[in-house]
């Protein structure tokens, strides 16, 4: 790669998407006519593709020293540079990545945010002191941090209706059917539910839980582990639960926190999401969820704020994008991009620093480095990375709805391929609906999806390669099936977000993975933290292992 070709690349790698049409302008698909071509972002996609075919780099123009430095800044970056700045540090820089935020990141329609990625956080539980830290220090967690149930800020707590689902042309509350179904269903869906309250207080021969959030803190025992040699749905087969609704809500669960159905996720995995969440509130029910206007991004603006009062700066972080680590006598080099010049075009820097938090997503991190030495065989390790559409539709007003439960925080349609979508202004307390709100729909894109069985590799490349139109008819899956037409009477603008590495799937026999194992344990010049690390990808994870590698720098 010349110069040249690198720095036009680089420049619009960094501009972060690609303005495909105009949004006032009506467009075909094969399904229909969209009344507003969509903005598709691609985060990291152009980036990703120059570290994995890059020859060399330029030579640095530049160098800047620092005692730690941090890699990313997604939940894990952020909470390693947060528990930095508590313990009193100062002199740590954290390189921002691609995206600022990670899956973590959000978007705006004027004076209305939406999540471009993760938009709830569920109650902490009592295992999860690091999460229960974090909140009370950026203030989410008003009293009793530590007790069995804290109070929290009630403005975050989400609101009812919480959530609903769309089954027969009918809303109905909450996201499992009750409505209809015969005595067995319903036997087995009390018997189900009966037997996760047992999970949650189960322990295993080493005294520790056998779910827990971190999964660090999960009980090692061979009685529990076995659950990882088999799939979620054959768990339930095996139990004696055959529920058609009871496997689409299991199906819906796993793809929502993992992004692959229950038919592949680990069994272990698929109890993990109901069992381990085991948070309470003084102000709120069991059950209850965390959330902003703009998803996880508001609690990554509390994160930032805080971060920014602790070191009395705020040029802590910066934009840019490692390309390249290197161990020496005084600690670790890494080769840095992103950093504009005069001209605005980026040029590659020297970073020097004495420790670096390597917090990105390991495939990111093995072009980086050779993990090899560390233990981690990118061939046989790399955990599998499930594809997503993250798509924000800008509304004037609200669109008609259907008979039964109004319009909720979370709404969702009873076996579809898709997740369903949230709602910007949910949390807003208003005596009347607002003038404009957000509708942010969720799809993970697979095989199934695209209508054909196909390989990872195969969904990436079609992500990378798909049209608008192409696009936009995923993004509206559940859109479509719920309002009909009439939704693009309100519609004036929508935006894509694209992730073909969106989040780790936990499939059979994830908790084996020595690799994963071996870097969580590396505490040397440079340390690893990110979500990847568990093999599922969630905010509580990410964190666990930003505030485990800091800690260890602190001591």
Not at 490 to 505: F, L, N, P, Q, Y
Request: aromatic share 8%.
């Amino acid at each position: 790669m010349d110069r040249r070709t690198f720095l036009i690349g680089a420049s619009a790698a960094l501009a972060g998407c690609d303005r495909l049409g105009d949004a006032s302008r009506r467009f075909l698909s094969g399904v229909g006519l969209y009344e507003a071509a969509p903005v598709v972002l691609r985060p990291g996609m152009a980036q990703g593709h120059a570290l994995r075919d890059a020859a060399q780099w330029p030579q640095p123009d530049g160098e800047l020293h620092t005692d730690v430095a941090i890699l990313g800044s997604g939940a894990a970056g952020l909470s390693a540079a947060w528990l930095l700045a508590r313990a009193g540090m100062r002199d740590f820089i954290v390189i921002d990545g691609p995206e600022f935020g990670g899956n973590t990141a959000a978007g705006r329609f004027g004076d209305l945010g939406f999540p471009r990625g993760a938009h709830y956080l569920p109650l902490p539980s009592v295992e999860s002191t690091h999460m229960r830290e974090m909140l009370a220090d950026v203030g989410v967690i008003e009293q009793d941090p530590f007790s069995v149930r804290p109070r929290f800020d009630e403005r975050i707590i989400v609101h009812a209706p919480e959530e609903r689902h769309f089954r027969n042309g009918r809303w109905h509350d909450g996201l499992l059917p009750t409505d209809g179904l015969d005595d067995g269903e319903r036997e087995q869906h009390a018997r189900f539910f009966a037997r996760i309250s047992e999970l949650r207080d189960a322990r295993g021969n080493d005294g520790r839980k056998a779910f827990t959030i971190p999964i660090a803190l999960a009980s090692r025992d061979p009685k529990w582990m076995a659950l990882d040699t088999r799939t979620f749905r054959q768990w339930l087969l095996d139990e004696g639960f055959s529920s058609p609704t009871l496997h689409a809500y299991a199906d819906y669960c796993c793809r929502d926190d993992y992004g692959a159905g229950h038919d592949v996720v680990s069994a272990w995995a698929g109890l993990h999401y109901f069992a381990s969440r085991g948070g309470h509130a003084q102000n709120a029910a069991d059950g209850a969820v965390l959330t902003w206007p703009d998803g996880l991004h508001g609690l990554v603006s509390k994160l930032i704020a805080r971060v920014d009062r602790l070191t009395g700066r705020s040029d802590w972080h910066r934009p840019g994008m490692a390309l390249r680590l290197d161990e020496s006598r005084e600690g670790v080099d890494v080769l840095c991009t992103g950093v504009a010049d005069a001209h605005g075009m980026p040029r590659t820097m020297r970073l020097r620093a004495r420790r670096v938090i390597c917090a990105m997503p390991l495939h990111v991190a093995a072009r980086l480095t050779p993990l090899a030495r560390f233990g981690f065989d990118p061939a046989r390790h790399l955990p599998p990375h499930a594809a997503w559409l993250v798509s924000s539709f800008d509304l004037r007003g609200f669109p008609a709805e259907a008979p039964g439960v109004p319009l909720a925080w979370d709404n969702v349609v009873h076996g579809s391929r898709a997740l369903g979508y949230v709602v910007a202004t949910h949390q807003l307390i208003r005596q009347a609906p607002p003038a404009r709100t957000v509708f942010t729909a969720y799809c993970p894109v697979d095989g199934a999806a695209l209508g054909q069985a196909a390989a990872p590799a195969t969904i990436r490349r079609w992500l990378a390669e798909a049209s608008p139109a192409e696009l936009m008819d995923h993004a509206v899956t559940d859109l479509r099936e719920v309002y009909g037409r009439g939704f693009w009477r309100h519609t004036d603008k929508v935006e894509i977000t694209a992730r073909g590495h969106a989040m780790a799937s936990p499939l059979p026999g994830f908790l084996a993975n020595a690799g994963a194992v071996a870097l969580r344990g590396v505490d040397g010049p440079i340390q690893f933290a990110h979500a990847d690390l568990s093999g599922l990808s969630v905010f509580e994870e990410a964190a666990w292992w930003g505030t485990r590698a800091a800690a260890r720098i602190v001591g």
